[in-house]
């Protein structure tokens, strides 16, 4: 994982500082540029300092909205994403946010205040262990209770987050060491023992790989999450990996954009909402080369019948990630971008590519029998495929999305032509209804030049939709495709398939479909965010231009899309990978389409 350098401040500097004046002047010397968070009793003290400081913080209405901002920050950019909170509920509430950076792999700090040294453990008015809490759900967490430990804590903090497998690491700070004075001193001697993340692959794991890939008759190359987190995506080298060994290559929910949705070795994505030719591949590979991926249950359905006939290689910079969940047979410890660049090394050295011509033959007829497609809706409502597919069509090349969780994040990986990595932006191990707007506003942040769309679902909105205040007082043009179907659709959908129609608490509106409740059109407005609504096919196209000419503020889309509509292809959860359903009752034969 590569961090941009900060700009080095004065060598051997040296001052009296208070601890809070500590910590911002370190993260300044670190090249923090923004902080999203909310002051309160503990932490105040560091917001005095932090008024003058040219960091920018923007105040977010709720903790969780502010992990998920510098998520969004840090995702879309690869930089280390900075959220602040005070102690109690103001750090409880930061927890999802930091367990959902962790799952996938997001490099971020989070710095909490807490009760002073003194009252720790007497229950003290919003005391909360959260270092306690957080230590299974963040890659490191510190309390700090002297002013002296400060710069070297937070130092300590920011190069384990964006290190090794990049992920989230809390520094919980007393109020006693924040007032307290202290010899601020930079740069900071850090001492980390065992702290040594093998970044560079074995050159003799490397070539393994590449020779079980040359003698492979049915390979597929598996890119994770681990390809866009290395920075690979950006200079192409799944691509080149594609395009010299003539391998086709399959995506994770997290690998997309590690090679362009066009480019015509891509498969699409595997698992439970993959694309029937990529599900196939991995089921019937004779060899796996998965760089990047922990091979997670949405991928690999019910792990027996996973990819029986496969030998597999597996790289990642997280040793405790290989073999944990498919057994292995080349293991490669490295950054994935090292793993990839040594790999097309190796691949460049080959006499003659392979081509795997019957391999080939049988997945594009995969492709021509079971394209990506819908259905038109029979309520007569928009069919949001179609809305997601136009937006795709008229957006910027370069634009990011960041979707929220359940259909609508489906159909964003499936409808959407992504090109590059840190593109598409996701909540994928955690899961997390919420996740689209505050995660858009962190990434325009980052990305003022660029435009950038929340995906969303009204169940999902209605979560942190309230940040839409956040953008509106702070000049953020965050977009959000707001896919209304008055439902939880992923629940309903799994309601209607294995629950017999009964929908059971997924219905959010009245009931009556003449009554919005909420109307979101009325509630943009009032969060000072302009809005249109969308309820025909003839609409959608001139809607989203008059969203994309919008700058300015804030602007949200309320596409009103069929409930009924639903997420295939699809895997039930637990089942094999070989009972895919490209459509309701058309489930293709894996055991009959033996090559």
Same mark, same amino acid.
């Given at each position: 994982?590569?961090?941009?350098?900060?700009?080095?401040?004065?060598?051997?500097?040296?001052?009296?500082?208070?601890?809070?004046?500590?910590?911002?002047?370190?993260?300044?010397?670190?090249? @923090?540029?923004?902080?999203? $968070?909310?002051?309160?009793?503990?932490?105040?003290?560091?917001?005095?300092?932090?008024?003058?400081?040219?960091?920018?913080?923007?105040?977010?209405?709720? *903790?969780?909205?502010?992990?998920?901002?510098?998520?969004?920050?840090?995702?879309?950019?690869?930089?280390?994403?900075?959220?602040?909170?005070?102690?109690?509920?103001?750090?409880?509430?930061?927890? /999802?946010?930091?367990?959902?950076?962790?799952?996938?792999?997001?490099?971020?700090?989070?710095?909490?205040?807490?009760?002073?040294?003194?009252?720790?453990?007497?229950?003290?008015?919003? *005391?909360?262990?959260?270092?306690?809490?957080?230590?299974?759900?963040?890659?490191?967490?510190?309390?700090?209770?002297?002013?002296?430990?400060?710069?070297?804590?937070?130092?300590?903090?920011?190069?384990?987050?964006?290190?090794?497998?990049?992920?989230?690491?809390?520094?919980?700070?007393?109020?006693?060491?924040?007032?307290?004075?202290?010899?601020?001193?930079?740069?900071?001697?850090?001492?980390?023992?065992?702290?040594?993340?093998?970044?560079?692959?074995?050159?003799?794991?490397?070539?393994? !790989?590449?020779?079980?890939?040359?003698?492979?008759?049915?390979?597929?190359?598996?890119?994770?999450?681990? @390809?866009?987190?290395?920075?690979?995506?950006?200079?192409?080298?799944?691509?080149?990996? &594609?395009?010299?060994?003539?391998?086709?290559?399959?995506? /994770?929910?997290?690998?997309? $954009?590690?090679?362009?949705?066009?480019?015509?070795?891509?498969?699409?994505?595997?698992?439970?909402?993959?694309?029937?030719?990529?599900?196939?591949?991995?089921?019937?590979?004779?060899?796996?080369?998965?760089?990047?991926?922990?091979?997670?249950?949405?991928?690999?359905?019910?792990?027996?019948?996973? !990819?029986?006939?496969?030998?597999?290689?597996?790289?990642?910079? =997280?040793?405790?990630?290989?073999?944990?969940?498919?057994?292995?047979?080349?293991?490669?410890?490295?950054?994935?971008?090292?793993?990839?660049?040594?790999?097309?090394?190796?691949?460049?050295?080959?006499?003659?590519?392979?081509?795997?011509?019957?391999?080939?033959?049988?997945?594009?007829?995969?492709?021509?029998?079971?394209?990506?497609?819908?259905?038109?809706?029979?309520?007569?409502?928009?069919?949001?495929?179609?809305?997601?597919?136009?937006?795709? !069509?008229?957006?910027?090349?370069?634009?990011?999305?960041?979707?929220?969780?359940?259909?609508?994040?489906?159909?964003?990986?499936?409808?959407?032509?992504?090109?590059? $990595?840190?593109?598409?932006?996701?909540?994928?191990?955690?899961?997390?209804?919420?996740?689209?707007?505050?995660?858009?506003? $962190?990434?325009?942040?980052?990305?003022?030049?660029?435009?950038?769309?929340?995906?969303?679902?009204?169940?999902?909105?209605?979560? /942190?939709?309230?940040?839409?205040?956040?953008?509106?007082?702070?000049?953020?043009?965050?977009?959000?495709?707001?896919?209304?179907?008055?439902?939880?659709?992923?629940?309903?959908?799994?309601?209607?398939?294995?629950?017999?129609?009964?929908?059971?608490?997924?219905?959010?509106?009245?009931?009556? =479909? /003449?009554?919005?409740?909420?109307?979101?059109?009325?509630? &943009?407005?009032?969060?000072?965010?302009?809005?249109?609504?969308?309820?025909?096919?003839?609409?959608?196209?001139?809607?989203?231009?008059?969203?994309? !000419?919008?700058?300015?503020?804030?602007?949200?889309?309320?596409?009103? @899309?069929?409930?009924?509509?639903?997420?295939?292809?699809?895997?039930?959860?637990?089942?094999?990978?070989?009972?895919? *359903?490209?459509?309701?009752?058309?489930?293709?034969?894996?055991?009959?389409?033996?090559?």
């Amino acid at each position: 994982m590569s961090e941009p350098k900060p700009a080095p401040p004065p060598s051997g500097a040296s001052k009296r500082l208070t601890g809070a004046e500590s910590i911002v002047k370190t993260l300044e010397a670190l090249g @923090v540029e923004v902080i999203f $968070g909310i002051p309160g009793g503990t932490i105040l003290p560091t917001y005095d300092p932090l008024y003058a400081s040219k960091i920018r913080h923007i105040l977010v209405r709720h *903790e969780q909205g502010a992990g998920h901002a510098a998520t969004g920050y840090a995702a879309s950019t690869g930089k280390v994403g900075v959220c602040m909170a005070t102690s109690g509920p103001g750090a409880t509430n930061l927890i /999802t946010a930091l367990a959902d950076a962790n799952i996938d792999s997001v490099p971020l700090l989070a710095i909490t205040g807490q009760v002073g040294a003194q009252a720790i453990g007497t229950d003290a008015f919003q *005391e909360a262990d959260i270092v306690g809490a957080t230590m299974p759900l963040t890659k490191h967490s510190f309390l700090v209770k002297e002013a002296d430990e400060i710069a070297t804590a937070i130092s300590a903090a920011y190069h384990i987050a964006h290190t090794g497998r990049p992920g989230p690491v809390l520094v919980d700070i007393t109020k006693s060491a924040q007032t307290a004075t202290t010899q601020w001193q930079w740069p900071v001697k850090m001492a980390l023992p065992g702290y040594n993340p093998v970044v560079k692959p074995h050159p003799k794991q490397v070539q393994a !790989a590449a020779a079980a890939l040359r003698r492979a008759k049915r390979p597929v190359i598996l890119a994770g999450g681990g @390809v866009v987190r290395s920075g690979a995506a950006a200079k192409a080298a799944m691509a080149k990996l &594609a395009d010299l060994s003539g391998a086709p290559v399959v995506i /994770t929910l997290m690998g997309v $954009g590690a090679i362009a949705d066009t480019h015509p070795a891509n498969l699409g994505m595997g698992g439970m909402h993959g694309t029937v030719p990529a599900v196939a591949a991995l089921q019937q590979a004779d060899f796996i080369l998965a760089i990047g991926s922990r091979f997670d249950d949405r991928l690999t359905g019910h792990l027996d019948t996973f !990819a029986p006939r496969a030998q597999v290689a597996q790289a990642d910079i =997280d040793p405790a990630e290989i073999g944990k969940n498919v057994p292995v047979d080349i293991p490669i410890v490295g950054d994935a971008a090292l793993v990839l660049a040594d790999l097309v090394e190796s691949v460049a050295a080959w006499d003659t590519k392979p081509g795997y011509k019957k391999w080939w033959e049988h997945l594009d007829s995969l492709r021509e029998r079971y394209p990506a497609g819908y259905g038109q809706p029979s309520d007569g409502r928009l069919a949001p495929q179609y809305v997601i597919e136009r937006l795709s !069509a008229l957006a910027p090349s370069d634009a990011i999305f960041a979707a929220g969780v359940g259909q609508h994040q489906m159909w964003a990986e499936q409808f959407i032509d992504i090109s590059g $990595g840190r593109q598409l932006l996701n909540s994928g191990g955690l899961g997390t209804m919420g996740y689209a707007v505050p995660a858009a506003m $962190g990434a325009q942040v980052a990305n003022p030049d660029r435009m950038v769309w929340a995906v969303d679902g009204d169940g999902c909105f209605q979560m /942190t939709g309230h940040e839409m205040v956040t953008c509106a007082l702070n000049s953020i043009p965050i977009k959000v495709a707001l896919i209304n179907n008055s439902s939880l659709g992923m629940v309903r959908q799994w309601q209607t398939l294995f629950y017999g129609e009964r929908y059971s608490n997924t219905d959010l509106h009245t009931g009556d =479909d /003449t009554v919005m409740i909420p109307d979101f059109v009325k509630l &943009a407005d009032a969060y000072g965010c302009a809005a249109l609504r969308c309820t025909t096919e003839d609409q959608v196209d001139e809607v989203l231009k008059q969203a994309m !000419a919008i700058n300015d503020r804030p602007v949200l889309i309320d596409f009103q @899309v069929s409930r009924d509509a639903q997420v295939w292809p699809m895997i039930a959860g637990g089942a094999s990978n070989n009972t895919i *359903e490209y459509a309701q009752g058309l489930a293709p034969s894996f055991e009959r389409d033996e090559l």
